[in-house]
């Protein structure tokens, strides 16, 4: 599937979608966001068929944010759409039943760097960098301190809000903005071990707590276990579940209802 400018191929169980502008610096233009927004909704949700997707770009740039070329003089109604189509994206992320996996070769500043923090997981080369720059143009990044402000915590994320000064990927790794990061030859295959981790557990469990972790997070201790309590009572019952601990039991592999 091709949506000139974002590329989704699936095989083997893992869709891979890659921004495919590099000569834009793959910027989160309205035209990109909404055929991203496409890009996710393109990806089968029936269990098996795809077990995890990665996020990736071409170029120097995973994403140097918003295109600014497209935002001078625009009426406000322009700027409502864009941002409400941003933070739709962005959610959307999170509303996949399969884990999303930013795989981060170059920099990633502003909205670029919100893409990568609001993905379940990321790894990067060792020699990307990640920055949220807004505050040197008269634009403060409001949108993007919502998924890294969680990721990194309130100071960290009000230092680089505050500076705009770009933090390297071992910097990422330690903050937890990132999972890993490794050497720009071995990101492949860095993210390719990952993949492999997930692939080997029961898409329809991970599933479920792909879903309940995003329904809890932030919520106060209380709302949360009310939240997660009788999604974990359902899942003991389900087939995996009752699959999974008996196959621990007995000391053998267990054989998920995802797989032929």
Do not use: Y
């Given at each position: 599937m091709d949506l000139d400018g974002i590329?989704?191929?699936?095989?083997d169980r893992v869709a891979t979608i890659t921004l495919a502008r590099p000569e834009r610096r793959n910027a989160l233009s309205l035209d990109m966001l909404q055929k991203l927004i496409k890009a996710f909704e393109s990806i089968p949700s029936t269990p098996g068929e795809v077990a995890a997707v990665v996020l990736?770009?071409?170029g120097k740039a995973f994403s140097a944010g918003h295109d600014l070329s497209e935002m001078i003089d625009r009426p406000d109604t322009y700027y409502d759409e864009l941002f409400?189509?941003?933070?739709?994206?962005?959610?959307?992320?999170?509303?996949?039943?399969?884990?999303?996996?930013?795989?981060?070769?170059?920099?990633a500043t502003?909205?670029?760097?919100?893409?990568?923090?609001?993905?379940d997981l990321a790894v990067a080369a060792e020699d990307a960098w990640f920055a949220t720059p807004g505050v040197s143009i008269g634009l403060?990044?409001?949108?993007?301190?919502?998924?890294?402000?969680?990721?990194?915590?309130?100071?960290?994320a009000m230092h680089m809000l505050l500076t705009g000064e770009p933090v390297s990927a071992p910097t990422a790794v330690e903050w937890g903005l990132i999972n890993d990061a490794a050497p720009a030859d071995q990101?492949?295959?860095?993210?390719?071990?990952?993949?492999?981790?997930?692939?080997?557990?029961s898409t329809t469990t991970i599933a479920t707590g792909k879903r309940a972790y995003w329904s809890q997070a932030g919520q106060p201790e209380s709302t949360a276990y009310e939240i997660t309590t009788p999604v974990m009572a359902s899942n003991a019952a389900a087939l995996d579940a009752?699959?999974?601990?008996?196959?621990?039991l007995e000391k053998r592999d267990p054989v998920w209802t995802d797989r032929d």
């Open positions: 590329r989704v191929e699936i095989d990736g770009a071409e409400e189509t941003c933070g739709r994206m962005m959610e959307g992320i999170h509303a996949l039943p399969q884990p999303v996996i930013a795989k981060v070769q170059g920099v502003a909205a670029g760097c919100q893409l990568v923090a609001s993905c403060f990044c409001s949108t993007p301190m919502v998924p890294v402000s969680r990721a990194v915590g309130h100071k960290r990101l492949d295959n860095a993210v390719d071990e990952l993949v492999a981790k997930i692939l080997r557990f009752q699959e999974g601990m008996s196959a621990f």
